[in-house]
């Protein structure tokens, strides 16, 4: 297939490392307490890919992450369900049979996940596999080796031909960020995938360090709150990997609320894809309703 | 028809962002119960707090509430003639301590500030107007910073001046702003005192409740009696002082109109003197700069400590091709700035200083809208009580209006445009003022290129109200002149005998 777009579509503003990392950093001091940290840190449960990549997953494991996902605080109503359970293909059935009947959507990986590099056959089926078994959304890689040898057409092409074998399933795009290195190569990887039809973009895959960093998210916002107000397509971001307090999460929700607004505070438009957060999160709702912080064993470990 | 019907609507449904709807912040006010402000406070003279001669005092309030604070004492012409006598009683001990003793009094006063940084950053946040934020993070440790490196020069001295022997010039009068109090008295303080000259300084008259706690520091610091002395007053006391034949030199900060009232008061008499005036400095934005971080710039810029600096980016020169886009961007980023309680931990934006001060915002913001230039204002709700102005931008104003030539020393920003290089220059040195630039391109060439041709004293580059203690800082044309900071800051407070070679 031969990419209807020139190098010249892909051409993006520069960044400034300095001034953005400057601007994230300022951001970071926003003071959250009371009625506002509980109601972020709801929102952040809300937003939350509940994700297990591992070689040792096993039907048993997913099955327990799926209860989570459903109740995470099965005492607490007020306290949403995740957004999806994010799996390898492979488990993607028993998530679906485990979260019939609620709205945690189901998530898998694909397209050679983590590091991308099979041919595009086994890419694309590995896609139709995963949305026949149930899936509801994709997370794609992209290819970095081409990206970095400036091949950008052949980046654009994979993310369509993924993007239309996705069919109804959403598709997060994973530029995998801690290998593009800069944030010039960050803000051209989200042009073409913005340009390809992405659903969200993606920071990282969590196998590599570092994953998402605050400067980069608030450059990926930026990203898709200008290519909104352009064409009036909204794109979700999805901060993946390292993110594993409470602090953390409500430091990524400024950076939505102070970038791109209202209309990305939602699990629609914004998510966070990590394991070890959800627990610390909860763990700052029990001590902000009690006032007192409760015993990590008196969280479901799962 | 049918065809206008169906363009209006889509106009009117133009995708737009909308901020504050969904997650409000709760209201993070940092904690008072860590200080106190006294009912009243007097003259600091050789080592001493003392009651003023002339009797008097006057009220200090908060810009933000117009409650008042406190009350500090006036220094009338007998008070003024005790601090210069203290200074010059305590000047020739202090010159002949060696550099290293001078360093460690210095040393240790910047310790001490960064001890009680907290309570100052309260103090000056309740005396001001300005956010805590920014007391926090960067009035108060600069302030510190001032001290910690004019400690090192100290010792140092005849290595600043090879082949030259420096010495103090005696007792130096500095007057200063009500815009960073505690910084620029520590601007001020500390390069005279790690010369070896001794100090009169006269803080703002709206503003001094950091510089006479800074006189507690002095004395937990043990610094000798008289050597630094702090008279509170107006511009009465600052004149006196200015007047006195005592001094040895005149270091001033504020407004170029008593600048040019200090000097000729100077004239004629074997005073030394430097002058940090007013400035109307531009922001240079090409098209190819790294658009959303020079928007971050020029917030900071001009809404940085409600634009009360002196060199601010009060005039934002944007290139033709991206204009509107960077305007869009502004309107929309202006939107999200914080403005209300300065204590609060979340306000980015706090009170007007004083209500002469707001009243000259309002008046020459009302002289762009009579000029013809179109005012665009963050809707945000503003405070019943207090001093308050909301952050504005100005479009469509042409290099004749006042709000592009005369310093506004408020929030308000004027967006002009040019075509070329050669333009941008010319638009940019087009002022009375030559404080600061800002210059907004991705290409190195470039940048060199204008630096070179900026007459201003500061060129940012890529940011912009950025200082730092070894940086030095000061004006070209009515702007003033004099360094301070770096080895430049350092020549102001010394004499020079020459002729001597390094043995």
């Not at chain 1, 990282?204 to 709150?225: H, I, Q």
């Not at chain 2, 003793?101 to 946040?125: G, H, K, M, Q, S």
Request: aromatic share 8%.
């Amino acid at each position: 297939m031969s990419h209807p777009l020139s190098p010249v579509e892909f051409r993006v503003p520069p960044v400034d490392a300095i001034a953005l990392e400057t601007r994230a950093a300022d951001l970071a001091t926003r003071s959250i307490k009371k009625r506002a940290k509980v109601q972020g840190l709801c929102l952040a449960v809300s937003m939350m890919d509940l994700t297990t990549l591992e070689g040792m997953d096993s039907p048993g494991k997913v099955r327990q992450l799926c209860g989570k996902a459903r109740r995470p605080l099965p005492l607490r109503p007020d306290v949403p369900p995740c957004a999806a359970v994010c799996v390898y293909p492979d488990l993607v059935e028993v998530a679906v049979e485990a979260l019939r009947g609620s709205s945690v959507q189901v998530a898998s990986v694909a397209t050679g996940f983590p590091a991308g590099r099979t041919d595009r056959q086994t890419k694309l089926r590995e896609v139709e596999l995963a949305v026949a078994a149930g899936a509801t959304e994709i997370d794609m890689v992209i290819d970095r080796g081409a990206f970095l040898s400036g091949r950008y057409g052949q980046v654009y092409d994979e993310i369509c031909a993924v993007k239309e074998a996705c069919g109804p399933a959403h598709l997060k795009v994973i530029l995998e960020t801690g290998e593009l290195k800069t944030y010039d190569n960050v803000r051209r990887a989200c042009r073409i995938a913005l340009l390809a039809g992405a659903d969200f973009l993606k920071t990282s895959t969590g196998k590599v360090t570092p994953a998402s960093t605050l400067p980069v998210v608030l450059l990926m916002l930026e990203a898709v709150r200008d290519h909104y107000l352009e064409t009036g397509r909204q794109v979700g971001v999805k901060a993946a990997g390292g993110i594993r307090t409470s602090k953390d999460a409500l430091r990524y929700l400024v950076l939505v609320a102070e970038t791109c607004g209202d209309l990305w505070l939602s699990p629609q438009w914004f998510r966070f894809g990590a394991s070890s957060l959800l627990n610390d999160v909860l763990q700052q709702l029990e001590k902000e309703r009690t006032g007192r912080y409760q015993r990590p064993a008196d969280f479901s470990a799962d | 028809m049918a065809k206008h019907v169906e363009k209006a609507k889509v106009e009117s449904a133009a995708p737009e962002l909308q901020f504050g709807g969904v997650w409000k912040y709760e209201p993070a006010p940092e904690s008072t119960d860590h200080f106190t402000i006294a009912p009243r406070y007097e003259l600091f003279v050789g080592g001493q707090f003392v009651k003023p001669k002339s009797g008097e005092y006057f009220a200090t309030i908060d810009p933000a509430t117009e409650k008042p604070l406190s009350e500090v004492a006036l220094a009338g012409d007998k008070d003024v003639d005790a601090a210069v006598k203290a200074g010059q009683k305590a000047f020739p001990a202090w010159k002949a301590l060696s550099g290293e003793d001078r360093a460690r009094f210095l040393f240790r006063i910047a310790r001490i500030l960064l001890e009680r940084a907290r309570e100052f950053a309260c103090v000056e946040t309740l005396d001001n107007g300005k956010p805590i934020k920014e007391t926090r993070d960067v009035d108060v440790p600069l302030a510190a910073q001032h001290f910690f490196y004019h400690a090192g020069w100290a010792d140092k001295l005849d290595l600043l001046f090879p082949g030259q022997r420096p010495e103090p010039l005696g007792v130096v009068g500095q007057v200063i702003p009500w815009n960073f109090p505690l910084l620029m008295a520590a601007w001020k303080i500390a390069p005279a005192l790690a010369a070896g000259n001794t100090v009169v300084l006269k803080p703002a008259e709206t503003s001094p409740l950091t510089a006479l706690r800074l006189c507690e520091v002095f004395q937990q610091a043990g610094l000798p009696p008289g050597v630094v002395n702090v008279i509170t007053g107006d511009g009465g006391t600052g004149a006196a002082l200015v007047r006195h034949p005592g001094l040895a030199k005149v270091a001033f900060t504020g407004s170029t109109e008593v600048g040019k009232e200090i000097q000729r008061a100077v004239a004629g008499r074997n005073v030394e003197l430097t002058l940090e005036l007013g400035g109307k400095a531009a922001h240079l934005v090409f098209e190819d700069a790294a658009l959303d971080q020079a928007v971050e710039g020029v917030v900071r810029g001009i809404f940085f400590n409600q634009g009360h600096v002196c060199c601010a980016g009060s005039r934002l020169l944007v290139q033709e091709s991206v204009h509107e886009l960077f305007v869009d961007k502004l309107r929309r980023r202006m939107s999200r700035i914080r403005v209300g309680n300065p204590m609060d931990k979340n306000t980015d934006m706090g009170a007007i200083h004083s209500k002469p001060q707001l009243q000259r915002i309002r008046e020459l913001v009302a002289a762009g809208v009579d000029e013809g230039a179109v005012l665009h204002q963050a809707p945000c709700e503003l405070p019943q009580k207090g001093f308050w102005f909301a952050p504005s931008m100005f479009t469509g104003v042409a290099m004749s209006h006042r709000i592009a030539r005369e310093e506004i020393f408020g929030p308000v920003l004027s967006v002009l445009t040019f075509r070329t290089p050669e333009e941008a220059v010319e638009k940019a040195n087009n002022t009375s003022y030559g404080l600061s630039a800002g210059i907004w391109t991705d290409k190195g060439a470039r940048i060199l290129w204008l630096a070179e041709r900026m007459q201003a004293g500061v060129v940012w580059n890529n940011t912009f109200n950025r200082f730092d203690a070894a940086s030095p800082f000061g004006g070209f044309k009515e702007s003033g002149f004099g360094r301070e900071g770096g080895r430049q800051g350092m020549r102001a407070y010394v004499r020079l005998r020459g002729g001597l070679l390094p043995g």
